[in-house]
């Protein structure tokens, strides 16, 4: 048998949005596209909720918890990095992305990576809906068919 992602059904789930406040003109566009997608598909506005925290690197901590609540059918995280004349910018993309791909393997809730990661802020305006579309809006689609392969999986 083959099990392919579908976005079906979707009216019931509910959904948390993992958000950094730093660079919060970018994430406030990524999550307004994450919103928007979500709701697209048939999740109610109520049944999503944004939880902010102060930086990137607090977004694994924080979905961690979430994902242990057992509340949520999927978490979105998001948030935007902007490279800048330091070594910084590497240690906290490093960080963030280990420790979102570390949750979701140790947890039975879907977890999808929204982080920007760009040189530039104009990059980041890119691809947060501009010229190169809206990450926000791909990966809250990206976790609505990691959910319904999920689902497809504990039937088998």
């Known amino acids: 048998m083959i099990y392919k992602a579908k976005l079906i059904d979707q009216t019931n789930k509910k959904i948390a949005i993992v958000a950094s406040k730093f660079n919060d003109l970018i994430v ?3 999550i307004s596209g994450a919103q928007e997608s979500l709701e697209m598909h048939g999740i109610d ?18 979905a961690k918890r979430i994902a242990q609540v057992q509340k949520y059918d ?35 809730v879907p977890i999808v990576f929204g ?3 760009t040189d530039t802020l104009e990059q980041a305006q890119q691809r947060s809906g ?5 990450k926000g809006a791909e990966v809250a ?6 959910i319904n392969i999920f689902e497809q999986i504990k039937s088998i």
């Open 130 to 134: 501009a010229k190169s579309g809206n």
């Open 28 to 30: 406030k566009q990524l």
């Open 74 to 108: 999927g978490i979105v995280t998001l948030g935007a990095v902007i490279k800048g004349d330091t070594d910084h910018y590497d240690l906290v993309i490093n960080g963030v992305a280990n420790g979102i791909s570390q949750i979701s393997l140790s947890t039975d």
């Open 115 to 117: 982080v920007l990661t």
């Open 141 to 146: 689609l990206s976790l609505l068919e990691l």
């Open 45 to 62: 506005e109520s049944n999503i909720d944004i939880i902010w925290v102060p930086g990137a690197l607090e977004i694994p901590m924080v």
